[in-house]
């Protein structure tokens, strides 16, 4: 496990300078970093994360409203925690973005790593916890090893944020559907057509595919691509040896084209979200949804349990376009806590350090699981009593590597965005290549 040095000249953004444009300084052998046993007087922080207020089905959001219920009961007169969560992602990601240029961003906020953050990073806005993780080992010694990635950033020495959660996108199946036109569970990519296929002339939609959310798309295209090309493509579309408009990424939007040709996909991709996705499969109207290794804890919490309680549902891997990366991955650690600086006082920055450190330890992990099984970048210490997750972590125990979407290893800021919005235009007629070629103009612009 990397450990981590005595930082007493490495710069932090956050604890001991105030600038107008955030908090500068260098890490004190004198600085108290015990946040649990300081005292705070009424200290207000904000934070902006994606959970759904008042949410029935939603366990991980169930449990993260009655977390900040609890600490700030807890805490009362000393700190007291205003959500400002927004569950749409590209409504979450245009404030953000807004709330960094006006200088009154949150103090912590979920988001990705990668490309989307390193900006903040790379400008001092964002706490490198490296002290803390010190002073609380076991906090650091709770998070899962492969899940730190999204909190390294390439030129900054430090750990820029703590994971909470883990993902692997997978493809879920109604057991039912299959048994009835006589298919196997796909493992290429060519047996997942033909599955299609058959499913099509039985009367049975394969697929009620949705990118109304602006990341089903995309998702998929670099699920795709690391199954046709493996784990190095993420670094050859970074350093630009392959580009987003080469014959290798052209055959993989190729490859989903004809799946929304053929009907496979359904008729309303873009008016239709994930969460009416997943309602209808549900419901039996699909055979077929593709989404993260989440699905294990909304199929058990959401309002039509019938096909989980009767275990109808299965899981498997994305089916493979070439088989040498059939065990290679779309996942890792993906939503991060990061806790910003800009124009923080100090005692806001500790304040904020024992809010996300009461969500992200072991313990607290362990209740959010009950609430909503799934994979988690913490140690999860209970059994988790969901057949699919269990069924999952068997999979990912295979994996012989895994990368992040592929557009967060670029360093264009603009490649997250650009590449999900150019995906769309696969639903409305565009050729594989014109979207190709729309990413790179697009993505240029910003270079």
Same mark, same amino acid.
């Given at each position: ?50 959970? +759904?207020?008042g ?38 990601e ?12 949150p ?14 990073v790379?400008?001092?806005y964002?706490?490198d916890?490296?002290? @803390? ?16 990635? +999204?909190t ?6 430090g ?24 298919a196997?569970v ?11 296929g058959?499913?099509?002339e ?10 109304? $959310? ?17 784990p190095?493509?993420?670094d050859d ?9 080469g ?12 799946m ?7 008729d ?5 979200d ?25 199929f ?15 899981? +498997? ?40 450190? @009461? ?16 994979? @988690?970048?913490e140690?999860v ?8 997750? $269990? ?26 965005d ?6 769309q235009?696969?639903?409305t ?6 979207v190709? $070629? ?10």
């Amino acid at each position: 496990m990397k450990r981590f040095k005595k930082a007493a000249a490495i710069c932090l953004a956050g604890l001991t300078a105030m600038s107008t444009v955030g908090v500068t300084g260098v890490y004190a052998e004198d600085t108290n970093y015990d946040v649990d046993n300081m005292e705070f007087d009424n200290v207000e922080i904000r934070v902006a994360f994606r959970y +759904t207020s008042g949410s029935e089905t939603d366990g991980q959001s169930q449990w993260y409203y009655k977390k900040l219920e609890e600490f700030n009961a807890e805490n009362e007169g000393k700190i007291h925690v205003t959500d400002e969560s927004i569950s749409a992602e590209s409504d979450y990601e245009e404030k953000l973005t807004t709330d960094f240029a006006s200088g009154s961003v949150p103090n912590a906020f979920l988001q990705y790593g990668g490309s989307r953050t390193k900006e903040y990073v790379d400008a001092g806005y964002i706490l490198d916890l490296t002290p @803390y993780f010190e002073q609380y080992p076991d906090w650091y010694d709770g998070v899962q090893e492969f899940a730190w990635e +999204t909190t390294q950033f390439e030129g900054h020495e430090g750990t820029y944020g703590i994971p909470w959660s883990s993902y692997q996108l997978c493809l879920y199946y109604n057991k039912e559907y299959l048994e009835q036109v006589g298919a196997e569970v796909p493992e290429s990519w060519d047996d997942l057509v033909e599955v299609c296929g058959k499913l099509k002339e039985a009367g049975i939609q394969p697929f009620n595919y949705s990118d109304k $959310d602006n990341y089903h798309y995309e998702h998929l295209m670099s699920a795709m691509a690391l199954k046709a090309y493996g784990p190095e493509i993420a670094d050859d579309l970074a350093t630009d040896k392959e580009a987003y408009n080469g014959e290798k990424m052209v055959a993989i939007y190729q490859l989903m084209k004809d799946m929304i040709d053929a009907g496979y996909w359904g008729d309303a991709i873009l008016s239709t979200d994930f969460s009416t996705e997943r309602n209808m499969f549900e419901a039996g109207q699909a055979a077929f949804t593709v989404d993260g290794t989440w699905n294990c804890g909304n199929f058990q919490n959401d309002s039509d349990t019938t096909l989980f309680d009767a275990q109808k549902i299965g899981v +498997t891997r994305i089916p493979y376009i070439n088989e040498e990366y059939k065990t290679v991955e779309m996942g890792g650690g993906s939503d991060t806590y990061y806790i910003t600086t800009l124009n923080k006082s100090e005692e806001e920055i500790a304040a904020t350090v024992k809010f996300i450190k @009461y969500l992200t330890n072991v313990d607290a992990i362990n209740e959010m699981c009950e609430f909503s099984p799934t994979t @988690y970048a913490e140690k999860v210490t209970i059994e988790t009593g969901n057949y699919l997750l $269990d069924e999952v972590n068997a999979i990912m125990a295979e994996n012989t590597a895994s990368k992040l979407e592929l557009p967060n290893y670029d360093t264009n800021t603009a490649a997250m965005d650009t590449i999900r919005n150019s995906l769309q235009a696969l639903a409305t007629g565009a050729s594989a290549q014109e979207v190709g $070629d729309d990413i790179v103009n697009k993505m240029s612009a910003y270079e």
